[in-house]
Nanobody
Framework: QVQLVESGGGLVQAGGSLRLSCAASRSIISITSMAWYRQAPGKQRELVAGITSGGRTNYIDSVKGRFTISRDNAKNTVYLQMNSLKPDDTAVYYC??????????WGPGTQVTVSS
């Protein structure tokens, strides 16, 4: 089991940057994969970026070249660096972890608002 807590959200103007952090309550070395999802009002939750225990990453097309996911195993933390933010990036961002089983865990989310 793992508890996840996101931080780093906020209000930013279009073109600006934010870095989200997801702190895990235990070592993330053995966690199969971790990811960032987002959910905008009236829309389904979607996968934004993921990273495996081996460091392999994937992104949805709309954030490629702008967002970077990374993990710091020593700090039990996963990051999402978001650059060139657009109003369409406005959403609640959730951290997700998949443990062997598989078992899936979610953080409570952090709000990101991008003004035009």
């Amino acid at each position: 089991q793992v508890q996840l807590v996101e931080s780093g959200g906020g209000l930013v103007q279009a073109g600006g940057s934010l870095r989200l952090s997801c702190a895990a309550s235990r070592s993330i070395i053995s966690i199969t994969s971790m990811a960032w999802y987002r959910q905008a009002p009236g829309k389904q939750r979607e996968l934004v970026a993921g990273i495996t225990s081996g460091g392999r990453t994937n992104y949805i097309d709309s954030v490629k070249g702008r967002f970077t996911i990374s993990r710091d195993n020593a700090k039990n933390t996963v990051y999402l660096q978001m650059n060139s933010l657009k109003p369409d990036d406005t959403a609640v961002y959730y951290c997700n972890a998949v443990l062997p089983g598989p078992f899936t865990f979610w953080g409570p989310g952090t709000q990101v608002t991008v003004s035009s």
